[in-house]
């Protein structure tokens, strides 16, 4: 796969979000490996932390300055950076503001792309043979990547319905959509909002968790982990048995 | 605007109602309901606590229920009037180019409108803040010795604490909307822009007529209790002496101003007494009549879902022998338009969308926000009348970013609650705790090494989350939710255990 204006091969660079990185590492390896069969260099540097979202999330942009720094220099390098995370996408995209908007600091916000979206949009994948997924999934959209990465139509929109989560999904074979009576409704993650808002964040996991077993949903996959992982402590507390499992992981080929 | 809504929506009670009186010899006692939860602690100039509110009314399962509910069908019944026009986003961008329009020639259109509503027979006032403007309405109404005022829906004199002002002067004020006049009857402001009692249940509206006018306490029926309060109020609206309004928009070129409701209440309101006085807000001004369809076919389907509102009237001047005043209030508006992040709030239309559409408002109440606009509009105006008292209000919210896009007039107003935690944070207006948490979350951070270290040992639990996640005590994640388990080893070991050869950025 080559850089389409430089004619050379494509290099990328892995960001694997610290949640990510601590409990769902499958979610990171199977983002690697998908890349990896669509022939792409991949590289993970491994002095990363985070995008920064916390503290800017949380109004505390100063805070956030050193890490966003060192956001740059672990991704500069690449002609691409990807990451199995929508809201940190938009917080590099859309957010990174804390610094000086150098050069490097420019190219690295227009560079970041969410998986889905680079699948989708850079890579403009129309196959994943090795994928096949025999069940029941209901999808749910992160809100930064349903409504600021526009990764799907929303319903607050009049528009023409897409969605690219749902284009790639199609491809697999076996699967089968289960339909939300409220797919846009926040779960209610919210990034800190969860731990300072614990009681209306808990409030709306609940319902976002009943509203998915009623659609008779076996799993449930999302291209961000962080509100899956919001919805499934919602479940298990619930004793809801509902599986969560990563897009990538689906398009990787796993199997249940 | 409540009538309409509480008869078309699918009722969790749906069948009670009947219970009562269709076939019975004696009323049916109803079952014991669930007190209504009340809203947010007001201690003087203390922030706000919307969350230990929000807690309350979830606890009281029934309201949550209901009103999560109501305000999720009003969003539905919008996006089925939304799917029925063709240039809705058109449509919307028009609204909002109107309004950003007359905003930023606000003083040429307030001067036009003052001199045409003059030519017409209007007496205009101009009021810098709250108390003036309660000043202008009392000399008013004391130069005609009036007593009894009938009043409708107005968000500006909630701002103005008109009524609790005129109680201490001696003026009697009957609310003409039904959601407003349960409201102050209860004794309660309202908690929704467009339908004020919206988060009470039949059963707490019954509890508050028979305490205040009289009805059957066990009858929560809402035809019977609509009739009490007609009989109860009439004879009041009837023998008022002035009315007042509001006003949604004030047209500058025609020197005229236009009420929209759902209950006849402002034409009620301002056609009974032969004195009229529209208190309205700077903001609301358009530049002709040209521009108002536009913001006419947004308005109530934003609101409700309904095409239009069931009256849209008019007010071009007195009638024969009678007087209208107009007063303009600044109340701080002229202040907001000054600041670089937050003017575009001003191009509100008060339609409540963003309160229907809101996950955190629907499952907290409008009252839990313990400021005049609840909701998202409310998280980044009320700040601009009190920075301290609100300044926990811009953390309500998970930013998902729906109330920005079912905002008829456009406004960013998730990105504003964004910079409204920057401005905040930048003055000292944040909590300790997350002051200290985010300083320490950005210190470890910044730092692979500190980072790393931080993380879970052992990884057997949660007890063990990173502190920059969980750094205050009380480990609220767990309350409710089940902790992730923590996997044998992170995605950073894995890779320098299985992919190390092929990394460059190893450290050797």
Known sequence: MLVEDKGIPMKVGLFVPCYVDMFHPETGIATLELLERFGLSVEYPVDQTCCGQPMTNTGCEREAAKTEELFVRNFGKYDYIVTPSGSCTNQVRNNMTAIEQTEAVKHVRSRTYELVEFLHDVLKVDAFPWAEFPHRVALHNNCNTLRNLRIASMSERREEPFSKPKALLGMVKGIEFADLTRPDECCGFGGTFSVFEEGVSAKMGQDKVTDQLKSGAEYVTSSDSSCMMHQEGCARRMGVNLKYIHIAQILNGARA | ?508
């Open chain 2, 1 to 508: 605007m409540t009538a309409e809504l509480h008869e078309e929506l699918t009722d969790p009670h749906a069948g009670e109602q009947l219970d009562h009186g269709a076939a019975s010899s004696r009323p049916l006692k109803s079952r014991i309901s669930e007190p209504q939860p009340r809203g947010a602690k007001i201690r003087g100039n203390r922030p706000v606590d919307q969350s230990e509110a929000a807690n309350r009314f979830m606890a009281a399962t029934e309201h949550e229920a209901m009103h999560d509910a109501r305000l999720w069908d009003l969003r539905q019944k919008r996006d089925k009037e939304m799917h029925g026009i063709e240039e809705w986003e058109e449509l919307r961008n028009l609204a909002s180019g109107i309004k950003e329009h007359t905003l930023s020639k606000l003083d040429y259109y307030l001067e036009l409108f003052e001199k045409n509503a003059t030519a017409n027979g209007i007496k205009v006032h101009w009021a810098k803040d709250g108390a003036e403007h309660n000043a202008i309405v009392l000399e008013i109404l004391r130069s005609k010795g009036v007593e009894l005022l009938i009043k409708s829906k107005s968000m500006l004199t909630e701002e103005c604490g008109f009524r609790e002002f005129m109680a201490k002067n001696n003026v009697e004020v009957i609310e003409t909307d039904l959601g407003e006049r349960i409201q102050q009857l209860d004794d309660e402001a309202p908690s929704h822009v467009v339908v004020p009692a919206v988060h009470k249940l039949r059963t707490d509206v019954a509890s508050v007529f028979a305490k205040t006018i009289g009805s059957d306490p066990d009858n929560a029926d809402a035809h019977y209790l609509t009739e009490c309060q007609r009989e109860a109020t009439r004879p009041l609206i009837l023998s008022a002496q002035a009315g007042m309004t509001g006003g949604n928009f004030v047209v500058a070129e025609t020197g005229t101003f236009v009420v929209c409701t759902n209950e006849g209440n402002a034409d009620l309101s301002a056609n009974t007494p032969p004195l009229h006085i529209a208190s309205i807000g700077i903001e609301k001004l358009i530049p002709g009549l040209n521009e108002l369809p536009v913001f006419i076919r947004l308005l109530s389907r934003s609101a409700l879902g309904s095409p239009i509102t069931q009256y849209t009237s008019h007010f071009r001047g007195p009638r024969e022998g009678g007087e209208m005043h107009v007063v303009l209030v600044d109340n701080g508006r002229s202040e907001r338009l000054g600041m670089e992040k937050f003017w575009p709030g001003l191009k509100c239309i008060r339609c409540g969308a963003c309160m229907n559409t809101c996950p955190v408002f629907r499952r907290s109440g409008g009252l839990s926000y313990g400021a005049t606009y609840a909701g998202p509009i409310g998280l980044i105006i009320d700040p601009t009348f009190n920075v301290h008292k609100y300044r926990n209000l811009p953390y309500s919210s998970t930013m998902n970013g729906s109330c920005t896009n079912v905002c008829p007039v456009k406004i960013n107003i998730h990105e504003q609650i964004a910079d409204w935690r920057k401005t905040l944070a930048g003055e000292g207006e944040i909590s300790p705790v997350k002051k200290v948490m985010m300083k320490a979350a950005g210190e470890v951070l910044a730092s692979p090494v500190v980072y790393r270290a931080s993380l879970p040992l052992g990884r057997s639990a949660l007890r063990h989350l990173p502190h920059f996640m969980l750094y205050n005590k009380l480990n609220t994640w767990g309350r409710k939710r089940d902790i992730p388990e923590t996997p044998k080893q992170t995605f950073n070991e894995w890779y320098r255990r299985n992919r190390k050869s092929q990394s460059e950025g190893e450290k050797s």
